[in-house]
């Protein structure tokens, strides 16, 4: 039924709270439909039992809709992944999950924030875009799309004081 109160209900806003051991099974699958390689639950067992591993969830309703994983070192941090199940994109739940991911690491006294993204990735990059992340690099033929030409992946930097 949970799929008839998705379509009858206007679209509710998402619930952000920390990452937990009980969600790794969720970001496996999330993370293995939305990138072409997949990690697999000891890799994110190990990386939500990290210290400097900071990890956040979103969830409509019971849903798992979505998550962000950013590693820190010192008083920098580099966002690893941020993924949206493909139904509840398009209704700002990266937004929802990346102000509440970026004020986290601004608590804990991350002054910077780093990530890498296909330079033909539009919805990514306009998501870090609206987020306030600027262009800092860029690496030539650093992804190796199946049948085109190798992409460049964009380095973008966001401040956070
Ligand atoms: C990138 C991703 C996380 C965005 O998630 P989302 O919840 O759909 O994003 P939001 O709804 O919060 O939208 C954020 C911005 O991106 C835009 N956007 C979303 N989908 C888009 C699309 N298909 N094409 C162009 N822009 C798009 C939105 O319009 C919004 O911009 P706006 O505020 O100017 O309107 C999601 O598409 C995804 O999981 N992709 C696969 C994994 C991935 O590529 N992750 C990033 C790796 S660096």
Redesign the pocket.
Known sequence: MRWFFDMVSPARPPIVSDAVLRDVAAIAA?HAA??RRGWSDDEIEGMLLDRSVVAHRAAIGSNF??FVISRMAADEAE?L??????R???????????RHHLGRLAALGVHAVF????EG????I??????GFVEVGRREGYYMNTGGKPAAALVLRRNLV
């Open positions: 999330l939305s990138f809709a979505g966002i992944s941020v993924a949206v199940a493909q509840y994109r398009g209704r700002s739940v990266a937004r929802t999950l990346l990530l890498e993204v296909d990735n539009a919805p990514a306009k998501l870090y875009r609206r987020s």
